[in-house]
């Protein structure tokens, strides 16, 4: 017989403190929700994607660029709650009283904490995320603190753990702060998922000897006929300061000299049962997944408190690993950042800083705003007196836990920006004028573009890059801001598509000094250079996405209405997207299924225009005259207006009320996924094709312009 005494959890409770932080107490026992940092690393840093939820110490996935980057591995929703007091961040304190030793694992709900007198709670903001809890019973509170750094040029996630002294008596404790488990760079969420066991035989450790280890696959695993070498890596960097200077903790990276046989991670089993436990003698580095556990033993008198840290990132390779090392731990360094990255989303939300009697709401619309910049971007300018680029930052699918279908993708650059789907960027850019109106008539040209000639668009939007119109032009141009021993090179570098990112990481990288800052050189370089629009089909084409349009325009005819004329009429800047996907004719896609008719396989690849896409050297995907051999076709906006408009027209469904879900897709709405088969339309895009006409007969009508024969279509590629 078992007698455990069992303090009853206390109930939690949520409020926005005087800072605006959104406050949880006791939120291990709350309802389970998930949250992610903004993956947001300032204009010259390395984002990476972090999720949390309120169980266990919060951080459950993060990683770089997307789920096949992980350092954590990535877990939808539900499982992160079931996972994140095993898997995530684990604190294990062994409180020596006398003989007796006390176990105590902070912020863990589970079956060792049922006799402590508990409390803890949870603080959020945009920027960071902060945890506390207090056991009353050992007289101990545990603080953890995370954010992510900004402005440089490696991937990490700070944790800053401190344990102060609150009860009467001294305390001497030993404890294990770390991760149970962490992914080794080169590991796809592939073998994650399906071949976890097989993907071990890759997996290493090194750099141990330095006390910071470098966890990666040596080689790409994928089976290929040539041997593809790894040099990237995840590292765990531990320490705290000794008189003001940084003491580096190896950590232990074999788990069973933790948990031993205790393969689940429930408790530290060999930990438990060791007087004195110390680092072995050996462990084994490879063929197994690691984990990162740093080892301190401390005297703790009455209110004597202690402070470590720990980064879990990622490096280009071992070698910068080990050079940032003396960077990193520099005093200061990490408070610097701590700021920076603070001030990075405040200047953010500061373009929507709103003063109303609820302060709720004022918090809210900067959250919103935020949360747009997740999905729309970011618009930043580079201009110089006879050229304007826009360059969208921070963009990113939403990959929250409960979404864990998307894709998601963030580049490990500088400058960096994701992929997104065309709906969800569009309608994030709809009030962008009004915010930045530098951006001027840039929107409407992108979106409108991608605009096919059947009135369809594809669905994933990719990042902006860039490529030089003229070698020597640019040669020219740049000589005088770079040594003349690398311009070759840089000018070999930039005949390839490239990103403003990609650039100053090649100069960093080549150790190329430049005798301006980075903007100014940037400025210069994309005034000399074409933007390349790149998206894919993806997965469809749905029969709403045309509707974010008119917003857009009447958007920035709210603040320039004096280009009316001009953008409707006399701009000939417009291109059709070209698709190598079609919708079917309705021969092909209406048929009998199970005695009842059905519309079904709406949409398939057109093998002709394929092969003749592939035929084009540059900007493939723009339809061209002469049946798709010819030229680029570029039109005015009022064609492609029409187009649309006549594309819309003719798929309103028999009864002239709704417009025909006719390519495979319904709306917005994912709920209705069913409706296209069954032959369904839609009237809230009946409305906005109302709006459009409307739109159209007022301009044409005041202008009294006739625009050129939409007819003239029959030129380009079906």
Known sequence: MYNIIVNMPKKPKYYLN??????????????????FFPGIAGKYGIPMWVFYVNRGQGIISAGTRDKDHAILEFFPANKAWQLASLRGFRTFIKVLDGKKTIFYEPFHNGFTSLGFNLSNKMSITSYDLRLEETNSTLGLTTRVEYFTIPNDSYAALV????????????????LLDGLPQIVPFGTANLFLK??????????????????????????????????????????????????????????????????????????????????????????????????????????????????????????RDQQTLNASIPKITKKGYLDKKRQENRQIIEELQQDIDTQSSSREFNLYAKQTYLDNILRGGYPVLFKT?????????????????????????????????????????????????????????????????????????????????FKIKDAKETTKALSPLIPGENIEGLISYLSKPFSPGDVILFLEENKIKINCSYDKFLEILLSHSLKIQEAEHGEGFWSDHWAYHLDLLESYLGIYPENLKSVLFEKRVFTFYDNTEVVKPRQEKYLLHEGKAKQLHSVGVDNAKRELIKKRSEQPHIVRTDYGKGSIYQTTLIN???????????????SGVGIEMEANKPNWYDALNGLPGILGSSLPETFEFKRMV?????????????????????????
């Not at 074999?254 to 438990?272: G, K, N």
């Not at 962008?432 to 668009?457: C, H, R, S």
């Open 194 to 315: 399906k071949l976890c066991r097989t993907i071990e035989a890759w997996m290493k450790v090194k750099n141990l000897e330095k006390g910071v280890p470098f966890y990666k696959l040596d080689v790409d695993p994928t089976d290929r006929p040539e041997i593809i070498h790894i040099k990237e890596g995840n590292f765990y960097l531990s320490f705290f300061y000794d008189k003001e200077k940084a003491k580096i903790i190896k950590p232990l990276v074999d788990p069973s000299s933790i948990f031993a046989t205790v393969s689940d991670f429930s408790y530290p089993q060999e930990f438990l049962n060791t007087k004195g436990f110390t680092y072995p003698k050996a462990e084994i580095t490879e063929s197994k997944t690691p984990c990162a556990f740093s080892l301190l033993n401390k005297r703790l008198a009455k209110n004597q408190e202690i402070c470590f840290y720990s980064l879990l990132g990622y490096m």
């Open 694 to 718: 409307q739109f159209l007969l007022e301009h044409l009508t005041k202008f009294g312009l006739i625009p050129e024969l939409v007819g003239r279509l029959h030129i380009i590629s079906t």
């Open 385 to 465: 007196e006879s050229n304007k680029s826009v360059f969208y930052l921070y963009s990113r699918k939403h990959g929250d836990l409960e979404r864990d279908y998307n894709k998601f993708h963030l580049q490990a650059t500088y400058f960096s920006q994701g992929n997104g789907n065309y709906r969800d960027i569009n309608q994030n850019r709809r009030c962008e004028n009004w915010f930045t109106p530098e951006i001027n008539d840039d929107n409407l040209i992108y979106f409108f573009n991608l605009i096919q000639a059947d009135g369809f668009n594809p669905l994933v939007v990719k990042g902006l890059s």
């Open 18 to 35: 005087e800072k605006g932080e959104f406050i949880i107490e006791n939120y291990t026992f709350s309802k389970p929700f998930a949250n």
């Open 640 to 654: 492609k207006l029409i187009c649309l408009l006549v594309n819309k027209l003719s798929s309103l469904d028999p």
């Open 159 to 174: 944790r800053v753990v401190s344990i102060k002294n609150i009860g009467r008596k001294t305390r001497n404790i030993q």
